[in-house]
């Protein structure tokens, strides 16, 4: 079942992706609006809920960052570039810390409500997971994976938009699925939740 998981997950973005490199090259002939800014950065605050430890929930909370780079190539459509970190000093009662980086790419679609100010948006991407500290070099030693592993992400936000080059990123959510063997399940589900600032070029 885990398998056929991450093939499907895997099948899904690529079939993404292609679609993206497919509209890029008619991009020439459907550009964005004069005028409207084609890239952007958003540096946000990141949440993470996850339950590494097999069995169970198993739950705690991780804190960090996240820089998402965007290129829209369509009035609707972007390529996203993802890269955050959370850290968590205590996941159990003896202390073990955990830092949890991933880096991930694919598409976004984005769309408007008539003429607001909010922009929501969808996503789905797809790259690798890392992880490091005391939970995995100690209690996790069969994490022979740590260094990279598997990491898929769907969700969607809402931006506020405050002027032609400054928004904020009300709220993003994401389920976020890693792949760290843990010697059960070797599957993890976690919640982000982002909020913060994006600037447009």
Not at 115 to 123: D, E, F, N, T
């Amino acid at each position: 079942m885990r398998v056929s998981f991450r093939v499907r997950l895997l099948l899904l973005s690529a079939a993404m992706a292609a679609a993206a490199a497919g509209q890029a090259a008619h991009a020439q002939q459907t550009p964005p609006a004069v005028g409207q800014p084609r890239a952007e950065l958003a540096l946000d605050y990141s949440y993470l809920r996850s339950n590494a430890p097999p069995g169970g929930c198993g739950c705690f909370n991780l804190n960090g960052g996240s820089g998402t780079f965007a290129w829209r190539f369509k009035e609707s459509l972007a390529l996203v570039g993802d890269a955050g970190a959370t850290y968590s000093g205590a996941i159990t009662p003896t202390g073990y810390d955990l830092i949890l980086s991933t880096f991930t790419a694919g598409l976004r679609y984005r769309t408007r409500l008539g003429h607001s100010a909010l922009h929501p948006y969808g996503q789905v991407l797809a790259g690798l997971a890392h992880s490091s500290g005391s939970l995995v070099e100690g209690a996790s030693p069969a994490a022979a994976n740590a260094g990279a592993a598997f990491a898929g992400k769907v969700g969607g936000g809402v931006d506020l938009n405050a002027s032609r080059r400054f928004a904020l990123r009300l709220i993003e959510a994401d389920y976020l699925a890693t792949t760290f063997d843990n010697g059960k399940n070797n599957h993890q589900n976690n919640l982000r939740l982002s909020a913060g600032v994006v600037l447009h070029f």
